[in-house]
Nanobody
Framework: QVQLVEFGGGSVQAGGSLRLSCTAS????????VAWFRQAPEKEREGVAA???????NYADSVKGRFTISRDTFKNTLYLQMNSLKPEDTGMYYC???????????????????WGQGTQVTVSS
Protein backbone atom coordinates (compact mmCIF):
# COMPACT_ATOMS: atom_id res chain seq x y z
CA GLN A 1 0.00 0.00 0.00
CA VAL A 2 1.39 3.38 -1.03
CA GLN A 3 1.00 6.33 1.31
CA LEU A 4 1.71 9.91 0.33
CA VAL A 5 2.38 12.77 2.73
CA GLU A 6 2.72 16.39 1.65
CA PHE A 7 4.79 19.06 3.43
CA GLY A 8 5.61 22.69 2.88
CA GLY A 9 2.33 24.53 2.64
CA GLY A 10 1.83 27.83 4.40
CA SER A 11 0.83 31.46 4.09
CA VAL A 12 2.83 33.90 1.98
CA GLN A 13 2.34 37.27 0.39
CA ALA A 14 1.92 37.66 -3.32
CA GLY A 15 5.26 37.41 -5.07
CA GLY A 16 6.63 35.02 -2.51
CA SER A 17 7.75 31.42 -2.87
CA LEU A 18 7.00 28.05 -1.34
CA ARG A 19 8.38 24.58 -1.92
CA LEU A 20 6.06 21.63 -1.49
CA SER A 21 7.34 18.12 -0.88
CA CYS A 22 5.57 14.80 -1.08
CA THR A 23 7.14 11.68 0.35
CA ALA A 24 5.94 8.23 -0.52
CA SER A 25 6.08 5.01 1.42
CA UNK A 26 5.48 1.57 0.03
CA UNK A 27 6.52 0.05 -3.28
CA UNK A 28 6.90 2.72 -5.93
CA UNK A 29 7.61 1.96 -9.56
CA UNK A 30 10.49 3.91 -11.04
CA UNK A 31 8.31 4.93 -13.97
CA UNK A 32 5.27 5.89 -11.96
CA UNK A 33 3.29 8.91 -13.03
CA VAL A 34 3.31 11.71 -10.44
CA ALA A 35 1.52 15.02 -10.20
CA TRP A 36 0.33 17.92 -8.11
CA PHE A 37 -3.31 18.94 -8.11
CA ARG A 38 -4.98 21.77 -6.23
CA GLN A 39 -8.46 22.74 -5.19
CA ALA A 40 -9.65 26.17 -4.12
CA PRO A 41 -12.83 26.67 -2.09
CA GLU A 42 -15.93 26.25 -4.22
CA LYS A 43 -13.84 25.38 -7.26
CA GLU A 44 -13.12 22.12 -9.01
CA ARG A 45 -9.86 20.30 -8.53
CA GLU A 46 -7.33 21.17 -11.21
CA GLY A 47 -4.05 19.68 -12.29
CA VAL A 48 -1.04 21.90 -11.66
CA ALA A 49 2.02 19.94 -12.79
CA ALA A 50 3.00 16.37 -13.57
CA UNK A 51 5.94 14.17 -14.45
CA UNK A 52 4.93 11.36 -16.76
CA UNK A 53 6.67 8.01 -17.10
CA UNK A 54 9.26 9.06 -19.68
CA UNK A 55 10.27 12.02 -17.53
CA UNK A 56 8.39 14.65 -19.50
CA UNK A 57 6.59 17.34 -17.57
CA ASN A 58 3.15 18.90 -17.85
CA TYR A 59 2.23 22.33 -16.49
CA ALA A 60 -1.07 24.12 -16.33
CA ASP A 61 -0.98 27.34 -18.35
CA SER A 62 -1.66 29.34 -15.19
CA VAL A 63 1.61 28.22 -13.57
CA LYS A 64 4.01 27.94 -16.49
CA GLY A 65 7.18 29.87 -15.86
CA ARG A 66 6.46 30.13 -12.14
CA PHE A 67 6.21 26.54 -10.86
CA THR A 68 8.70 23.72 -11.29
CA ILE A 69 7.97 20.06 -10.60
CA SER A 70 10.76 17.62 -9.88
CA ARG A 71 11.22 14.17 -8.42
CA ASP A 72 13.93 12.37 -6.52
CA THR A 73 13.34 8.70 -7.22
CA PHE A 74 16.03 7.64 -4.76
CA LYS A 75 14.25 9.45 -1.95
CA ASN A 76 10.76 8.65 -3.27
CA THR A 77 10.00 12.35 -3.03
CA LEU A 78 8.15 14.72 -5.34
CA TYR A 79 8.66 18.49 -5.19
CA LEU A 80 6.83 21.56 -6.41
CA GLN A 81 8.79 24.81 -6.35
CA MET A 82 6.35 27.69 -6.51
CA ASN A 83 7.66 31.17 -7.27
CA SER A 84 5.95 34.51 -7.94
CA LEU A 85 2.88 33.26 -6.11
CA LYS A 86 -0.45 34.94 -6.76
CA PRO A 87 -3.63 35.04 -4.66
CA GLU A 88 -5.29 32.81 -7.24
CA ASP A 89 -2.76 30.08 -6.36
CA THR A 90 -4.48 29.71 -3.01
CA GLY A 91 -5.89 26.25 -2.36
CA MET A 92 -5.29 22.79 -0.99
CA TYR A 93 -2.47 21.10 -2.86
CA TYR A 94 -2.44 17.33 -3.29
CA CYS A 95 0.22 15.05 -4.65
CA UNK A 96 -0.83 12.01 -6.58
CA UNK A 97 0.78 8.89 -8.03
CA UNK A 98 -0.32 6.47 -10.66
CA UNK A 99 1.05 3.73 -12.85
CA UNK A 100 2.53 4.24 -16.27
CA UNK A 101 1.22 7.28 -18.13
CA UNK A 102 2.15 9.43 -21.10
CA UNK A 103 1.15 12.63 -22.80
CA UNK A 104 -0.88 15.34 -21.10
CA UNK A 105 -2.37 14.03 -17.87
CA UNK A 106 -3.43 17.06 -15.85
CA UNK A 107 -7.05 16.71 -16.91
CA UNK A 108 -7.08 12.98 -16.14
CA UNK A 109 -7.12 12.63 -12.34
CA UNK A 110 -8.52 9.12 -12.75
CA UNK A 111 -5.03 7.98 -13.84
CA UNK A 112 -3.81 8.54 -10.30
CA UNK A 113 -4.75 5.91 -7.76
CA UNK A 114 -2.85 7.22 -4.73
CA TRP A 115 -3.44 10.64 -3.20
CA GLY A 116 -2.02 12.53 -0.24
CA GLN A 117 -4.07 14.29 2.38
CA GLY A 118 -3.19 17.74 1.06
CA THR A 119 -1.32 20.79 2.28
CA GLN A 120 -2.83 24.28 2.38
CA VAL A 121 -1.29 27.14 0.44
CA THR A 122 -2.61 30.64 1.10
CA VAL A 123 -1.37 33.65 -0.85
CA SER A 124 -2.41 37.10 0.32
CA SER A 125 -2.40 40.23 -1.79
Amino acid sequence: QVQLVEFGGGSVQAGGSLRLSCTASGVIGSRSCVAWFRQAPEKEREGVAAVVSDGSTNYADSVKGRFTISRDTFKNTLYLQMNSLKPEDTGMYYCARGQFCSGYVLDLPSLFNYWGQGTQVTVSS
